[in-house]
Protein backbone atom coordinates (compact mmCIF):
# COMPACT_ATOMS: atom_id res chain seq x y z
CA UNK A 1 0.00 0.00 0.00
CA UNK A 2 0.94 3.56 -0.79
CA UNK A 3 1.94 5.52 2.59
CA UNK A 4 3.63 8.97 3.32
CA UNK A 5 5.17 9.36 6.94
CA UNK A 6 5.89 12.49 8.76
CA UNK A 7 8.29 12.52 11.75
CA UNK A 8 10.33 15.17 13.42
CA UNK A 9 7.71 16.96 15.20
CA UNK A 10 7.90 17.76 19.14
CA UNK A 11 7.87 20.45 21.22
CA UNK A 12 10.47 23.42 20.95
CA UNK A 13 10.75 27.49 22.59
CA UNK A 14 10.22 30.22 19.93
CA UNK A 15 13.07 31.06 17.88
CA UNK A 16 14.09 27.45 17.32
CA UNK A 17 14.08 25.21 14.61
CA UNK A 18 12.92 21.47 13.49
CA UNK A 19 13.25 19.93 10.21
CA UNK A 20 10.43 17.72 9.38
CA UNK A 21 10.68 14.66 7.47
CA UNK A 22 7.88 12.99 4.99
CA UNK A 23 9.57 9.64 3.26
CA UNK A 24 7.12 8.12 0.39
CA UNK A 25 6.44 4.32 0.15
CA UNK A 26 6.66 4.59 -3.65
CA UNK A 27 9.58 6.26 -5.48
CA UNK A 28 7.48 7.23 -8.55
CA UNK A 29 6.46 9.79 -5.68
CA UNK A 30 9.42 11.79 -6.61
CA UNK A 31 7.72 12.86 -10.09
CA UNK A 32 4.60 13.90 -8.04
CA UNK A 33 3.93 17.48 -6.36
CA UNK A 34 4.62 17.09 -2.58
CA UNK A 35 2.70 19.56 -0.58
CA UNK A 36 2.86 20.07 3.39
CA UNK A 37 0.02 21.57 4.99
CA UNK A 38 -0.85 22.14 8.91
CA UNK A 39 -3.80 22.17 10.83
CA UNK A 40 -4.00 24.20 14.37
CA UNK A 41 -7.14 23.41 16.55
CA UNK A 42 -10.62 25.38 15.34
CA UNK A 43 -8.27 26.16 12.00
CA UNK A 44 -8.79 25.52 8.65
CA UNK A 45 -6.14 23.22 6.95
CA UNK A 46 -3.07 26.10 5.89
CA UNK A 47 -0.92 25.50 2.71
CA UNK A 48 2.47 25.92 4.07
CA UNK A 49 4.32 24.89 1.06
CA UNK A 50 5.26 22.43 -1.91
CA UNK A 51 7.60 21.12 -4.33
CA UNK A 52 7.32 19.92 -7.84
CA UNK A 53 10.59 21.05 -9.78
CA UNK A 54 10.02 24.59 -7.74
CA UNK A 55 8.96 25.63 -4.78
CA UNK A 56 6.91 27.48 -3.24
CA UNK A 57 5.32 28.70 0.16
CA UNK A 58 3.04 30.21 1.81
CA UNK A 59 2.90 33.82 3.01
CA UNK A 60 3.26 33.27 6.61
CA UNK A 61 6.48 30.76 6.38
CA UNK A 62 7.88 32.35 3.63
CA UNK A 63 11.26 32.96 4.17
CA UNK A 64 11.39 30.79 7.44
CA UNK A 65 10.91 27.17 5.96
CA UNK A 66 12.66 25.90 3.03
CA UNK A 67 11.33 22.66 1.55
CA UNK A 68 13.95 20.43 0.15
CA UNK A 69 13.32 16.95 -1.36
CA UNK A 70 16.00 13.49 -1.54
CA UNK A 71 14.77 11.67 -4.08
CA UNK A 72 17.28 8.41 -3.98
CA UNK A 73 15.27 8.35 -0.65
CA UNK A 74 11.74 9.12 -1.56
CA UNK A 75 12.13 11.78 0.84
CA UNK A 76 10.82 14.86 1.25
CA UNK A 77 11.61 17.87 3.79
CA UNK A 78 10.32 20.47 5.66
CA UNK A 79 12.84 23.12 7.34
CA UNK A 80 11.52 24.88 10.09
CA UNK A 81 13.72 28.16 11.53
CA UNK A 82 12.60 31.14 13.46
CA UNK A 83 9.99 29.03 14.31
CA UNK A 84 6.68 31.65 16.32
CA UNK A 85 4.07 30.45 18.68
CA UNK A 86 1.58 30.61 15.95
CA UNK A 87 3.54 27.59 14.09
CA UNK A 88 1.87 25.32 16.52
CA UNK A 89 -0.40 22.57 14.59
CA UNK A 90 -0.36 19.21 12.93
CA UNK A 91 1.67 19.25 10.30
CA UNK A 92 0.55 17.17 7.03
CA UNK A 93 2.56 15.76 3.90
CA UNK A 94 0.73 14.90 1.09
CA UNK A 95 1.09 13.87 -2.73
CA UNK A 96 -0.73 14.33 -5.95
CA UNK A 97 0.07 13.54 -9.44
CA UNK A 98 -0.41 16.24 -10.77
CA UNK A 99 2.35 18.21 -11.82
CA UNK A 100 0.37 21.24 -12.42
CA UNK A 101 1.24 24.36 -10.61
CA UNK A 102 -2.16 26.00 -10.54
CA UNK A 103 -4.43 24.02 -7.86
CA UNK A 104 -1.21 23.07 -5.85
CA UNK A 105 -2.02 24.50 -2.39
CA UNK A 106 -5.43 23.24 -2.00
CA UNK A 107 -5.95 20.61 0.29
CA UNK A 108 -8.68 18.94 -1.54
CA UNK A 109 -6.81 18.00 -4.55
CA UNK A 110 -4.10 16.12 -3.22
CA UNK A 111 -5.09 12.44 -3.08
CA UNK A 112 -2.45 11.12 -0.32
CA UNK A 113 -1.89 11.92 2.89
CA UNK A 114 0.19 11.29 5.86
CA UNK A 115 -0.55 10.88 9.41
CA UNK A 116 0.39 14.41 10.64
CA UNK A 117 3.08 15.16 13.21
CA UNK A 118 2.37 17.55 15.98
CA UNK A 119 4.72 20.78 16.26
CA UNK A 120 4.40 22.86 19.52
CA UNK A 121 6.42 25.85 19.77
CA UNK A 122 6.28 27.61 23.11
CA UNK A 123 6.86 31.27 24.27
Known amino acids: QVQLVESGGGLIQAGGSLRLSCAAS????????MGWFRQAPGKEREFVGRIISSVDYGSSVKGRFTISRDTAKATVYLQMNSLKPEDTAVYYCAARRSTLVSGSTIPRNYDYWGQGTQVTVSS
Open 26 to 33: ESTFNTWT
